[in-house]
């Protein structure tokens, strides 16, 4: 059988090349034919993979946008697993939900599922913390995947209460990530963040890579 045709979704070219990278030795069964970070889908794709960092999120995410008409399925890649969210992103007609503590395997497994017309939402066993998968901006100061995510929101712009109800966390959950965020990167208020982000890979991008060889 042909492997499906991928295309993954987010708005740091960090964060897609990581899932993409993730994917390469099951290439047989999955081709990652298009990157776009920050821009839309254009190639014919089976599946389109929705990764959460820095985005909107369950019933936020423009599922129509996303697919412009076209027949492709959306998967959404996130380590916040909360059921209401989860239920929210299906009911509005995403095909699965997956978890980024998922290894390579698993997430190929799943996505065959997907394709093959089966809706994925994660298990109450699906593991949360066991490592995310792929890769991130602030990955090698030591930045967590979710203090990562934080941070490129607050860079972003957003307020802490903003960053909250965007990532469906507490208040309280939202000032301890950025507490340790800012240890591990050496600053004490928000705007030596927002600098450190600027320098550091945590503005959005606007890139499209299709097949692997063609830039725009």
Do not use: C
């Amino acid at each position: 059988m042909a492997p499906i045709r991928l295309a993954i979704v987010n708005d740091y070219e960090l964060v897609v090349a990581g899932v993409a990278a993730m994917l390469s030795p099951f290439h047989e069964r999955v081709a990652v034919v298009e990157l776009d970070s920050g821009m839309p889908v254009i190639s014919d794709v089976d599946v389109i993979f929705y990764d959460t960092f820095g985005q909107v999120q369950g019933d936020g995410i423009d599922l129509e946008d996303l697919v412009r008409g076209s027949d492709a399925r959306v998967v959404i890649f996130s380590w916040n697993l909360q059921p209401e969210l989860v239920a929210r992103a299906i009911d509005k007609g995403a095909s699965g939900y997956l978890s980024k503590g998922l290894s390579g395997d698993e997430v190929v497994e799943a996505v065959e599922a997907v394709h093959a017309g089966t809706v994925v939402t994660p298990s109450e066993a699906s593991p949360v913390d066991r490592g995310a998968a792929g890769d991130w901006p602030g990955r090698e100061a030591g930045l967590t995947a979710r203090e990562a995510e934080v941070l490129a929101l607050i860079t972003q712009g957003l307020s802490n209460q903003e960053i909250a109800e965007r990532s469906y966390l507490s208040i309280n959950s939202v000032k301890t990530y950025i507490r340790t965020a800012y240890r591990k990167i050496g600053v004490e208020r928000r705007a030596q963040a927002v600098v450190w982000g600027m320098k550091h890979g945590f503005e959005p991008d606007k890139l499209r890579v299709v097949e692997t060889a063609h830039r725009e």
